[in-house]
Antibody, heavy 116, light 107 residues
Framework: AVQLVESGGGLVQPKESLKISCAAS????????MYWVRQAPGKGLEWVAR??????????YYADSVKGRFTISRDDSKSMVYLQMDNLKTEDTAMYYC???????WGQGTLVTVSS | DIQMTQSPASLSASLGETISIECRAS??????LAWYQQKSGKSPQLLIY???RLQDGVPSRFSGSGSGTQYSLKISGMQPEDEGDYFC?????????FGAGTKLELK
């Protein structure tokens, strides 16, 4: 069965950095584009970042709201995808979900809270 | 970016009632539309993909339809376990975009 397990969330202050991770299993990770999607408390879903596969040069894409501050990366040898979040803002407070296989599968999420 | 307008924002249905939720895209998305259910405190679960294809394991009372810019999700016979939030997602053009969601409650 497909499993996506996020980790690394927590409470940080504005302008600080945080790196969250997602461990994937149950599918051929190296063949799958991976995504991060977030959901602010009581709000809807927002796509954050995308990373493609090796044949696609690991191309990355970002929502305008995080461009220049967030970096998505992957380690195919470990079936892991990461989101490095720098210069965090209070509006980045959200549950962050890892998703794969065309958004068919989602992890349980990891909560990132940005507050002074 | 493609805008997804979802309606209604909230809905209250009686047990056994048939309900519909709509999503309208700002341009043709060629049936590249998915529907998700999200229960409180849980991650979204895929119900429908490619506008009308039922995801494995999803009850047959859920169905999707539509084309072009107009899409709908129908629940034929509301059940207590159907309470939750429902979102549409367009996968036609990057960046993929979500509808704002519909909160469905049992009356």
């Amino acid at each position: 069965a497909v499993q996506l397990v996020e980790s690394g969330g927590g409470l940080v202050q504005p302008k600080e950095s945080l790196k969250i991770s997602c461990a994937a299993s149950g599918f051929t990770f190296s063949n799958a584009a991976m995504y991060w999607v977030r959901q602010a408390p009581g709000k809807g879903l927002e796509w954050v970042a995308r990373i493609r596969t090796k044949p696609n040069n690991y191309a990355t894409y970002y929502a305008d709201s995080v461009k220049g501050r967030f970096t998505i990366s992957r380690d195919d040898s470990k079936s892991m995808v990461y989101l490095q979040m720098d210069n965090l803002k209070t509006e980045d407070t959200a549950m962050y979900y890892c998703t794969a296989v065309g958004f068919a599968y989602w992890g349980q999420g990891t909560l990132v809270t940005v507050s002074s | 970016d493609i805008q997804m307008t979802q309606s209604p924002a909230s809905l209250s249905a009686s047990l056994g009632e048939t309900i519909s939720i709509e999503c309208r895209a700002s341009e043709d998305i060629y049936s590249n539309l998915a529907w998700y259910q999200q229960k409180s405190g849980k991650s979204p679960q895929l119900l429908i993909y490619a506008a009308n294809r039922l995801q494995d394991g999803v009850p047959s009372r859920f169905s999707g339809s539509g084309s072009g810019t107009q899409y709908s999700l129908k629940i034929s016979g509301m059940q207590p376990e159907d309470e939750g939030d429902y979102f549409c997602l367009q996968g036609s053009k990057f960046p993929y975009t979500f509808g704002a969601g519909t909160k469905l409650e049992l009356k």
